[in-house]
C-alpha cells in the first residue's frame, strides 16, 4: 500500500523558512515527485516537481526561494522554502508516481498518489 505522509508545516513570519517533509512508502525509486499547494478559496496548483534523474521543474512561485531534494536512506522527500510570504499560505501536498521523466513538470496535477497535506501559514 502506498503512503504518503506530509509534516513541518506551522507559522511562520514573512522571510521566514520552513522545511517540509513527505515519508513515501514503500521506499522504490518513483519517477516523479511533487509538492503542491492550495490557498483558501483557490485551486490547488504545483509548487515544484522532482524527476528521478534529479532534474527539476520550478513553478514561477518556487524559482529562487524553494528547494526540493529527496533522501533516499530516509524514505523522505523535501521541500524547503525561503523567504516566505504571506500569499505562499496554504495547505501543502506531496505526490508521487511512476511516470516518465519527459511528463514531469511542476504543472501536472494527475498524480497517482497523494499524501494528506501539512498547512504552511506565513503572516506580515
Not at 530516509?74 to 500569499?87: A, F, S
Not at 497517482?112 to 506565513?122: A, F, H, N
Request: with cysteine; net charge neutral; glycine share 10%.
Amino acid at each position: 500500500q502506498v503512503q504518503l505522509v506530509e509534516s513541518g508545516g506551522g507559522s511562520v513570519q514573512a522571510g521566514g523558512h520552513l522545511r517540509l517533509s513527505c515519508v513515501v512508502s514503500p521506499n522504490i525509486l518513483w519517477g516523479c515527485m511533487g509538492w503542491f499547494r492550495q490557498a483558501p478559496g483557490k485551486q490547488r496548483e504545483g509548487v515544484i516537481a522532482l524527476r528521478n534523474d534529479g532534474s527539476v521543474s520550478y513553478a514561477d512561485s518556487a524559482k529562487d526561494r524553494f528547494t526540493v531534494a529527496r533522501d533516499s536512506a530516509k524514505n523522505t522527500l523535501y521541500l524547503d522554502m525561503y523567504r516566505l510570504q504571506p500569499e505562499d499560505t496554504a495547505m501543502y501536498y506531496c505526490a508521487a508516481d511512476q511516470r516518465a521523466v519527459g511528463y514531469c513538470y511542476w504543472w501536472q496535477s494527475d498524480f497517482t498518489y497523494w499524501g494528506r497535506g501539512t498547512q504552511v501559514s506565513v503572516s506580515s
